[in-house]
């Protein structure tokens, strides 16, 4: 069975290590920062100038002003440090995160990613994301494995304009946990009742399978 936003982020909140320093992006990223495991310290990044964000505020914390890059109201953990956009983008810039975990529209088997505009859409701007994938030093990519149409999000060679280039080492999909290297989608978890074969299906990229592929484990 595919995996909800909420396990995505889940899952995705697994790959945090003591100490580390986190960007989340906006969409199923930002939901991470509900699950953050019990006994790890991460501080959790906010492009818009928030060092520090908590889990998403009750009714009846909520402060309008304290908000994300996607403008949701958040809330900040103690010792957080609040700033503007510039001394943000520094950070990130100057290779301070230690990950980042970003929504993609597709990604490639060398990891390349597109993310930011459909051609014929309306475009706001890139955003953070290119500065995000150029000074992050590990970057995760979450999304659903197939589109609305059943069209797959991992492919050959992306089709849409590129966010970066050669810069995704992982991808947590709703059906699978991979690996970017060696010109390939490394298959390293599927999640719970999804099999091999429907990963296969919906995997326009080279796919390698080595194995028994465990299932993903999310409590």
């Known amino acids: 069975m595919a995996l909800s936003r909420d396990q995505i982020a889940m899952r995705v909140a697994k790959e945090f290590r003591d100490g580390n320093y986190v960007n989340l992006g906006i969409g199923i990223p930002t939901l991470a920062a509900n699950y953050v495991p019990e006994g790890i310290d991460v501080m959790l990044q906010s492009e818009n100038g928030l060092l520090g964000m908590g889990r998403y505020p009750t009714e009846a914390e909520v402060d309008a002003d304290m908000i994300n890059a996607g403008k949701e109201t958040v809330t900040a953990i103690t010792g957080a440090s609040i700033f503007d956009s510039a001394e943000s983008f ?95 989608f490394h298959l390293l978890e599927r999640a719970p009742g999804v099999s091999v074969d429907e990963i296969r299906e919906k995997t326009a990229g080279k796919l390698v399978v080595e194995g028994d592929v465990p299932e993903m484990q999310l409590d």
């Open 90 to 184: 520094a950070m990130i810039r100057g290779g301070h995160v230690d990950f980042t975990v970003l929504g993609a529209f597709e990604v490639d088997v060398n990891g390349n990613i597109a993310s930011w505009m459909i051609p014929g859409k309306l475009v706001k701007g890139m955003g953070g994301a290119m500065d995000l994938v150029a000074g992050a030093k590990n970057i995760i990519v979450t999304m659903t494995h197939a589109d609305k149409r059943g069209n797959s999000k991992l492919l050959q060679e992306c089709s849409l304009p590129l966010t970066g280039v050669n810069c995704i080492t992982s991808i947590i999909t709703d059906l699978a946990v991979l690996e970017v290297k060696d010109g390939a």
